[in-house]
C-alpha cells in the first residue's frame, strides 16, 4: 500500500519510518546522462567518490526500474519530449535531481537550443549547481534527497500542494513574452 | 557514360577554370580559391584528382552585417557563403575553396558524388543556414527538430534569449 | 540586425493533450521504410559508400538486401540508452539479430554553440568551445585559442607552448581512459570501468590543483595558459606517468589477452582505408585501417615536431584495431609527457602584449593603466582584425577544426568547429552492416563519439 494511503497514528508510525529507510537507502538512479555532467555522474560512480556505499551503484537502464532520475546536462528543445517519456515511465515514488546549472536553469546557454531549466518539464526535488557539479556536491544533493525522504517532507509537499494557481499580477513585466513551456508542471 | 568518367571530363574541363579563380592565400599558408557556383563542382572534382582526398569541412557563412571582407578582384560578394576546406594526406597540405550563394537563389551544388561524407556537413548547413544542395540525397534538419521554422545561424534570427531577473535587480537583463 | 528576439513562432507551444510519440517522432529525420527512401540514401543507410557515384543508376532492388521488406523490422535504440555513448538515436532495420540499415539521428544536445559564440567575446569563447568536446576540454580550447592568435598575430611565449603540450597529452591520456573504461563497460567488464575512472582521477587531481576545476577547465586562452603550473608539478606528473604506465600493462592482462574479448572485437566494424578517406574519417578510426596520418606528426603544431613519439597504425580496421591503438597512444602520450617534464622552459606564461593579456591582480591597486587595461579586457574584450582562418589539431578523436570569421569587433562573427565525431558518425553504418545487434555496441564504443560536439 503507498504510504500516501496511511493515516498517521502512532500504529502506523514505526511502519512508516521503516518503509522510508527502505526508500532512501536503495534509492536506484536512472541513466540520464546528457552531456559533462553525465561524466562527473560516472566519476560518482566509481572507486573514488563510490556512490555504492548508498546502495546506489544500480544505475538501471530502465525507467520503469528505476527511482530517481539525475538529469545531467543540458536539454535540448529535441531531447525535452524525450525526458518527459522517459520521466512518466517511472514509477511512484519517483524522484528527480536536477544536476549542474543547464539542467537547473539552462546554465550558460541562455538561447534558443536550450530549455531553460528542466523544471519546466518535470518537477525537481533537489537542484545541483556547478558546472560541472563535482562529485561531492552531486553526492551532497543526493544526501539532501536522502534527509527528505527520511522525514517524509516530500510527502507532505505533494499532498499539500495547491492546485498551480494562474501567475499573479507582479509589479515586473518581460519586454518580450516568450519564455519555454512545454507541456504544464505538474 | 558512367560516373567515373563523368568525374574524369569535368576534372579535365576545371583545369581551365582552376587557373582562371582568383586565389589568395590563407593564414595557414593554404591556397583559397574564389569560385562561381557554376564552376564550383568541377573545381572540387579537378583537386580531388590532383591529391585532395579528404573533405574535411564544409560550411555555411552568413555575412549580413559583416563591415566589409576583402575579396580579391572579380568576386561579387554575396549574402551566403559556402566554405569548403580540403586535405591531401599524401602532400601534406591544405586549401579552401569558397563560392557566393544570393540570398534569393540560395543553392548550390552538392559534393556527395565526389566525397560521401560531406553527406552530414552540407545538412547541417542547411539546417542551420538555409543553403541548399542540390543533388544530396537526403536533405532533411539533422540538429534541429523536424518542425522547427527557421535557420537559427542567420544572422536575422535571434538568439532566443529569455530575459532573467535578478532579485533585487531594477529589471530584466 | 535585430536584437536577441525570439520568432516566437518557432517555439514548440504543445498543447498538454498531444500525445509525446507525436513529439519525439522526427519525421523524415527518421529511418524510414525501404520504399519511402531515395535509393543513394538507401546505399549509405546499407553502408555503401563507394558505389555511391552510381547512386542515380542503382536499382533499390539490386541493394542486396536479403530480406523482403515485411519480414524485418525497424527499431529504434536511443536516444536514451545506456550505450550510446550519450544522446545518439539510432534507427535500425533488422532481420531477427543481423542489422540491415542504420541511420543515426542527432541533434539531442543542440547547444547553439555556434550561435552563443558570437555572443561572447573572444576571452570568454574559451568557456563555451571548451564544453563541445567534454571528454577532452583542452583540445578544444587549445583549437579556439591558435585560430585567435593566428589572425591576432601575437606570439605565444615557449613555456605557454609546452604548458600547452603538457596539458594536451594529459587530455589524451585521460580521454582515452575513460574511452577504455565506457568501453570494457559496453563489453561487460565492470572492473575496466572502474580502472579507468580510477587513472582518471589521478589526471583531474592534477587539473584541479593547477586550473581549478576537474572538467571544463576553461585554461587555455588566447595568449597562452590562465595560470602557471603548481610548484612541484614535475613530482605530480611523473607519478601520474609512472602509475598509468605500469598500469596499462594490467590492462593487457585484462582484455587484450581475453578470449572473449577477442571474439566480440576482431572482425567486427571493418573499415577499408578508400572508405574511410571517402567519409573525411579522421583520428583512430583512420589510422586503424593502415592510414598512418596523425596531424602531430604529419602537420605538426605547438612543438610536437620536438618530441619523439610513434604513430600508432592497425592492419584490419576493425574494432579490435582501435581499441589496441588507443591502449598504445596512452603509452606514447605517456613517453611525451616525460619529455616535456624534463625539457620545459621557464618563463612567461602568457604573452606579455597589454591588449591583449590582462595585467597581474597586484598591479591593478597600484596602477590605473593596468586597472583600465583590465577593465577593458573583461567588459569589451580585445578587438581581432577582419579576417578568416582554419585551424586544426589532434583530437582523441580525430581532427578537430575551426573556421573563426572576424569582423574587426570584439566578438567572432562565425564560428564554425568541425567536429570529429560529427564526421566519424557517417562510417556507423558501414561498420554496422551485417553484425549484429550486440555489434552495434561495441562498434558506437569504438568510433567514440562524444555527442557534445555532434551536436554543438
Not at chain 2, 576546406?85 to 540560395?106: M, Y
Not at chain 3, 549509405?44 to 536499382?59: F, I, Q, W
Not at chain 3, 602568457?350 to 583600465?372: C, F, H, N, Y
Amino acid at each position: 500500500m503507498p504510504l500516501e494511503d496511511l493515516s498517521h497514528n502512532f500504529l502506523t508510525g514505526r511502519l512508516e519510518d521503516l518503509v522510508r529507510w527502505a526508500r532512501r537507502a536503495s534509492v536506484w538512479p536512472a541513466t540520464f546522462g546528457l552531456a559533462c555532467c553525465a561524466i562527473e555522474m560516472m566519476a560518482t560512480g566509481g572507486a573514488d567518490f563510490d556512490i555504492s556505499r548508498y546502495g546506489m551503484e544500480v544505475f538501471r537502464n530502465s525507467p520503469r526500474q528505476a527511482d530517481l532520475m539525475i538529469v545531467a546536462g543540458r536539454v535540448s528543445q529535441k531531447m525535452a519530449p524525450v525526458l518527459r517519456n522517459v520521466y512518466d515511465q517511472m514509477m511512484e515514488p519517483k524522484w528527480v535531481i536536477s544536476m549542474g546549472v543547464c539542467a537547473s536553469t539552462g546554465g550558460m546557454f541562455n538561447n534558443y537550443a536550450i530549455v531553460q531549466g528542466v523544471d519546466q518539464i518535470v518537477p525537481v526535488d533537489v537542484y545541483a549547481p556547478g558546472c560541472p557539479p563535482s562529485p561531492e556536491t552531486l553526492m551532497h544533493a543526493i544526501l539532501t534527497l536522502h534527509e527528505q525522504i527520511r522525514t517524509g517532507e516530500l510527502l507532505r509537499r505533494r499532498e499539500a500542494a495547491p492546485e498551480p494557481q494562474p501567475a499573479a499580477e507582479s509589479p515586473w513585466t518581460p519586454e518580450l513574452g516568450s519564455t519555454v513551456r512545454l507541456g504544464t508542471p505538474t | 557514360m558512367d560516373a567515373r568518367a563523368r568525374v574524369h571530363r569535368a576534372a579535365r574541363d576545371a583545369h581551365v577554370t582552376i587557373e582562371a579563380s582568383p586565389t589568395t592565400i590563407g593564414l595557414g599558408g593554404e591556397t583559397v580559391r574564389f569560385v562561381g557556383r557554376d564552376a564550383y563542382r568541377s573545381t572540387v572534382a579537378a583537386l580531388r584528382e590532383e591529391g585532395y582526398e579528404l573533405c574535411v569541412d564544409v560550411c555555411g557563412v552568413d555575412y549580413l552585417g559583416h563591415p566589409g571582407r576583402d575579396l580579391p578582384e572579380g568576386v561579387t560578394a554575396e549574402r551566403f557563403e559556402v566554405v569548403v576546406n580540403l586535405l591531401s594526406l599524401s602532400q601534406k597540405a591544405r586549401t579552401r575553396i569558397r563560392v557566393q550563394v544570393p540570398e534569393h537563389d540560395c543553392r548550390v551544388d552538392s559534393l556527395f558524388e565526389l566525397y560521401p561524407g560531406a553527406e552530414a556537413m552540407e545538412r547541417e548547413a542547411y539546417d542551420l543556414l538555409g543553403i541548399e544542395f542540390v543533388g544530396h540525397p537526403d536533405l532533411s534538419r539533422i540538429l534541429m527538430p523536424e518542425d522547427w521554422e527557421g535557420h537559427p545561424l542567420r544572422k536575422d534570427y535571434g538568439v532566443g534569449r529569455v530575459p532573467v531577473q535578478f532579485k533585487e535587480a531594477p529589471g530584466p537583463r | 540586425m535585430t536584437t536577441g528576439v525570439r520568432d516566437s513562432s518557432a517555439v514548440r507551444r504543445v498543447p498538454s493533450e498531444e500525445p509525446l510519440t507525436a513529439l519525439t517522432s522526427e519525421g523524415s529525420q527518421e529511418l524510414l521504410r525501404r520504399r519511402d527512401t531515395p535509393p543513394a540514401q538507401l546505399g549509405r543507410e546499407s553502408g555503401a559508400v563507394l558505389r555511391l557515384p552510381e547512386g542515380p543508376v542503382l536499382d533499390p532492388g539490386a541493394i542486396d538486401v536479403e530480406r523482403p521488406e515485411d519480414e524485418t523490422m525497424i527499431i529504434n535504440m536511443g536516444p536514451q540508452h545506456p550505450s550510446t555513448h550519450g544522446v545518439l538515436r539510432l534507427m535500425l532495420e533488422l532481420d531477427g539479430e543481423f542489422v540491415l540499415r542504420t541511420k543515426p539521428v542527432i541533434g539531442y544536445l543542440h547547444t547553439g554553440m555556434e550561435k552563443t559564440a558570437e555572443e561572447l567575446t573572444y576571452v570568454q569563447g574559451a568557456t563555451n568551445v571548451t564544453r563541445m568536446d567534454y571528454l577532452s576540454p583542452i583540445t578544444n580550447e587549445l583549437c579556439f585559442s591558435m585560430a585567435v592568435e593566428s589572425l591576432l598575430g601575437v606570439e605565444v611565449p615557449e613555456r605557454a607552448v609546452w604548458i600547452r603540450m603538457l596539458m594536451s597529452e594529459l587530455n589524451r591520456m585521460s580521454s582515452h581512459l575513460m574511452w577504455m573504461a565506457t568501453n570494457g563497460l559496453d563489453i561487460g567488464s565492470t572492473t575496466m570501468m572502474i580502472y579507468g575512472l580510477r587513472e582518471r582521477e589521478m589526471i583531474l587531481a592534477f587539473y584541479e590543483k593547477t586550473a581549478g576545476l576537474r572538467m571544463n577547465l576553461n585554461y587555455v586562452r588566447p595568449g597562452g595558459v590562465a595560470a602557471d603550473l603548481p610548484d612541484g608539478w614535475q613530482d605530480d606528473v611523473e607519478v601520474i606517468c609512472d602509475t598509468i604506465d605500469a598500469r596499462t600493462y594490467e590492462y593487457d592482462d585484462l582484455l587484450t589477452g581475453q578470449p572473449i574479448f577477442h571474439e566480440r572485437m576482431e572482425g567486427v566494424g571493418g573499415l577499408t582505408a578508400e572508405e574511410a578517406l571517402a567519409l573525411g574519417v579522421t583520428g583512430p578510426l583512420l589510422r586503424s585501417t593502415g592510414v598512418p596520418w596523425d596531424l602531430r606528426r604529419s602537420m605538426p603544431y605547438l612543438r610536437y615536431d620536438e618530441v619523439a613519439f610513434d604513430v600508432i597504425v592497425g592492419t584490419y580496421g576493425d574494432n579490435f584495431d582501435r581499441y589496441a591503438i588507443r591502449l598504445n597512444e596512452i603509452r606514447e602520450s605517456v613517453r611525451i609527457v616525460r619529455q616535456v617534464v624534463r625539457r620545459m622552459p621557464p618563463g612567461d606564461y602568457r604573452a606579455q602584449d597589454a591588449k591583449v593579456t590582462p595585467p597581474p591582480r597586484g598591479r591593478i591597486d597600484a596602477s590605473m593603466e593596468a586597472l583600465i587595461h583590465h577593465f577593458k579586457l573583461f567588459t569589451e574584450g580585445f578587438r581581432v582584425p577582419v579576417g578568416e582562418t582554419y585551424t586544426a589539431v589532434e583530437s582523441p578523436r580525430g581532427e578537430l577544426g575551426m573556421y573563426l570569421v572576424s569582423d574587426g569587433s570584439a566578438k567572432p562573427f562565425r564560428l564554425h568547429v568541425r567536429g570529429p565525431s560529427f564526421v566519424n558518425l557517417q562510417a556507423v553504418p558501414l561498420l554496422m552492416r551485417g553484425g549484429l545487434v550486440s555489434d552495434t555496441v561495441t562498434v558506437i564504443s569504438t568510433v567514440d563519439p562524444v555527442m557534445g560536439e555532434v551536436d554543438r
